[in-house]
C-alpha cells in the first residue's frame, strides 16, 4: 500500500458504502485524509464513525448507512497508529504498539496478530477497550449486531438530484445582479459615467403538486412513497411543492350512466363517450396521509396554473390486477380538471410496468403520461413536468 492509499479496512468501508448508494469520489476520500492528518476521528471507532457522518452523511438516511456498514467493519486495530502518516519518518507508534524502524511508515499492523514483545520486556500497556470490538455481542452471536436499513429502489440523494432537474427560471424580484452588456452599451450611447443597470435574479418559479394514493392497495408503497416525499419536499429546490391525499380517485363522477352499466369497458366504449365525460367538479383530497384534515377539492384546483405540474402517484388497480369501469370513469374525469388548469399533469405508478396491461392503470395510460416510480420513470416523468411532448393514444 502506498503512502497516500487508505487502509485495506477503510477501501473497504468506502466500496460498501458506494454499493449502498452513497456517491462517494476521490474528493471524499480526500477529505477523510485530511481530517485524520488533522487529528480528528483517532482513538475509538466511535470517533472514526462521527468523522464519517460528518463528511459524508447528507440526510439523517446516509447516517444510517454510514453506522449500519461501519458496524460489519472492523477498524480499530489502525486506529491505534496512524496509517496515513507521510514523510521520511516514521509515524510515533501508539501505546500497545512497538517501535519497528524496518517497518514502512504505510504498513497496517495485522488485526489478528499481537505486538511483539521481547522475553525481558513488559506487557504493551493498551487503551480502553474499544466500541467495535472483536468480542461477540451479550447475545452471543458471533461478530458485530446486525443494523438493517431500508434500501428502497430510489435513493433519497437520487429523487432529490432528479426532481431538481423540474426547472422553469425566471428573472423576479428586485434587480441585484449586474447587467455588464446593458452597462456598456448604456455607457457607450450616453458617453458619461452611468450607474449600472442592475436584473432581477433568476429564481425557480416552478411549482409541483403532488397527488398521493393512499388506499388498501398501495400499502406495501407507503414507505417507499413517504421516503420520496420527504425528498421532494423538503430539498427539491422549487417555487412550491403541495403534497395532498386521495383514496383511489380523486372523487366520484356524477356521470357514471355515460358507461351504459357497470360491465366491463371497451376502449371503444370510452372512447365514444370521451369527449362528452365533464371534469370533476367535487373531490375528496386530504392534506395529511391519515386523510383527517380535508382540502376542498375547488382550493386544490385554483392553486394550479400553467407554471404548476402536477404529478400522481397510485397503483391504479394494477397491484390487484382489476379493471374497474367505474374508477377508471372517475380517473378520467378527475385528470380532465387537472389537465385544463396544470401545465402538465404525470402519473407515477409504483407497480411493475409489465402489470399494467388489462387493469385500470393500462386504460389511464392511454389517456396521461404513465411510469413506473422508479429512476428512469422520474426522469421521464420530469422531462413531461418541464414540457417534452409526450404521445398518448387518446389526449384528454
Known sequence: M????????????????????????IDDCQALRTALGAGFGWGSSRSFHDLCVALWAKSPRDAAIIGAVLARIDVTPWLRVDPLATGDAPPEPAPGWPADPDRAPDRIPDPGAGPETGPDDDPPSVGPAPSLSATPPASGLPGPPLVLVPQYPVTEREAIQIW????????????????????????????LPTPPVLLPARLNTARLTLLVDRSASMMPYHEFVEHLEHAIGTSARMARCTIAYFRNVLGHSQHRYLLGGDGPVGRTALDAVLPVIPALQDGTVFRDRAMTALLPFAELIDGLDKDTGVAVVSDAGAARGGLSPVRLLDSVAGLKALTARAGAVVWLNPSPSDRWRRTTAGRIARHVPMHPLTVDGMHRAVDVLRGRQTAVERPL
Open 2 to 25: 502506498s503512502a497516500g492509499a487508505l487502509p485495506e479496512s477503510v477501501d473497504m468501508l468506502i466500496r460498501q458504502l458506494r454499493g449502498r448508494g452513497l456517491p462517494l469520489g
Open 164 to 191: 431538481r432537474g423540474l426547472r422553469r427560471n425566471r428573472r423576479e424580484g428586485p434587480p441585484v445582479q449586474l447587467d455588464v452588456d446593458g452597462t456598456v452599451d448604456r455607457r457607450c450611447r450616453l458617453g
